[in-house]
């Protein structure tokens, strides 16, 4: 552990950190930032590529992230800095005293896909164009708990490297393959191996949630948070589903409806 | 509609709005603010008490807003304004140029849950300190769409009258009847009134929520986000339920666990 501590805001490394708040520096330097012991922990536990960890100087690094380092041994710059120094790295309103930088990692589809083809219930989710960060970030932890196999975040998705995305995931997306692909081409080429496509979707031709086929291999589509699911999804879809409404409300929640979607799915597949 | 037309921030008028703000001056006004031209429609169309609107005097009033006025007729202050001040009353990135301060409504618990007591198979949703805005209002925006009943509110709960808890839940607190109490005695009550009591667990004697039984009058309660669910509450439960985790998150969000726990009920319930 290097003994190095950074005081300065203006300190080099600090601004090129800084960077990784916003998108293009995360597209520039291939990486994300994290914040608070948890997360920072389960990055190093589910072997992230953990670049620099900062940590405040006054509290000490964390005692489960100093067990991880040691067990996932990497070239990670671990270094003390002050209170102020985090704080110009956090986005919460109380800083958590550890940041970490990220190696984005790209899983390849065309591999993931081809082992996946061998399991004759794999579940995919496919997100069309998900705006809020933290309904992205429900949703993967949902998706992640729920026993899904992987998810397909279409163009027009917020970034799922945006801080509050990664918080909201609690850590799920370390874990969770996520894919940025085109929907409509993924969902026909998922067609083609067998899998079927339900779309999310209010129309009147849809069928209860409750009352789906969930058989095999399937993909479930969750819509934009306003819009729903676009056209070429509904057009590629083998079967579309609602969640009831019985009250007065327009729509639900789009983590609360993707919840309840694919803990269907599981429930009716369990039986 | 008044032709007066606010400039100022300083107006007093706007300065007693803006204490709105805090849930000290909600509770010394006895009042709330609303912000966008859809919330406000709905607190119209609800029959809620809207003692005040400011609207943007650039964009001018929104027409199903005009409508909703002349639908419910009632003493309504309508004031036009500068976008300087709507801006100062707004909690918003993009302020939505109206807000409208709303009377608090005490719903009369004994007298309301006499009137339900007729009803075979009553469901509550019990909330035991949700801390979360977004949390809670998404919460309360899922109940009404599931077709719960009412809803309790625990000590400990974030303010219902919180800006992000209003907008989160869409409009669905003017239509829901929901009531803070004591969470223990509300519920020895109900089960006096022959309800039963489902508590959200992740203890070990806790049933998968497929797995319940959602027959007659019952409650759910859904536990802190941290912490869960109370002794007190554990202590009333008629039976513990819990999603099954597949992966290896330790929970789900509250607002999903509660989407997905409700909308199992009524599923169940339909059967």
Redesign the interface.
């Known amino acids: 552990m290097a003994h190095e501590i950074i005081t300065s805001v203006q300190n080099p490394l600090v601004k090129r950190l800084h960077q990784l708040l916003d998108k293009k520096g995360r597209e520039e330097q291939g990486r994300y930032l994290v914040e608070g012991a948890h997360l920072v922990e389960e990055a190093l536990n589910s072997g992230a590529e953990v670049t620099t960890i900062l940590y405040d100087q006054e509290r000490s690094l964390d005692p489960a992230c100093q067990r991880a380092l040691a067990n996932h041994p990497q070239a990670t710059q671990v270094i003390a800095a002050s209170a102020a120094v985090l704080a110009k790295l956090s986005e919460t309103k109380s800083p958590q005293g550890i940041v970490a930088a990220v190696k984005k990692t790209a899983s390849q589809w065309d591999e993931w896909v081809d082992k996946l083809s061998a399991k004759e219930n794999a579940l995919l989710l496919f997100l069309d164009e998900i705006q809020d960060p933290?309904n992205l970030g429900?949703i993967l932890?949902?998706a992640?708990?729920?026993?899904v196999d992987g998810v397909v975040l279409g163009k027009g998705s917020v970034d799922i490297y945006n801080g509050k995305v990664v918080r909201?995931t609690?850590?799920?997306m370390f874990?969770?393959p996520v894919f940025s692909r085109e929907l409509a081409a993924t969902a026909n080429e998922w067609k083609q191996q067998g899998g079927r496509v339900l779309v999310s979707s209010l129309a009147q031709d849809s069928v209860s949630y409750?009352q789906a086929n969930y058989c095999g291999k399937i993909a479930l589509v969750i819509g934009n948070e306003g819009r729903g699911v676009s056209k070429e999804m509904l057009a590629c879809a083998d079967q579309l589903v609602h969640?009831p409404?019985?009250?007065?409300?327009?729509?639900?929640?789009a983590?609360?409806?993707?919840?309840?979607f694919v803990?269907?799915a599981?429930?009716n597949r369990r039986q």
Chains 1, 2 share one sequence.
Not at 144 to 147: F, H, M, R, T
């Open positions: 933290g429900t932890r949902t992640e708990a729920a026993g909201a609690m850590g799920a874990r969770l409750d969640i409404l019985y009250g007065k409300a327009e729509s639900l929640n983590a609360v409806a993707a919840g309840i803990y269907e599981q429930r």
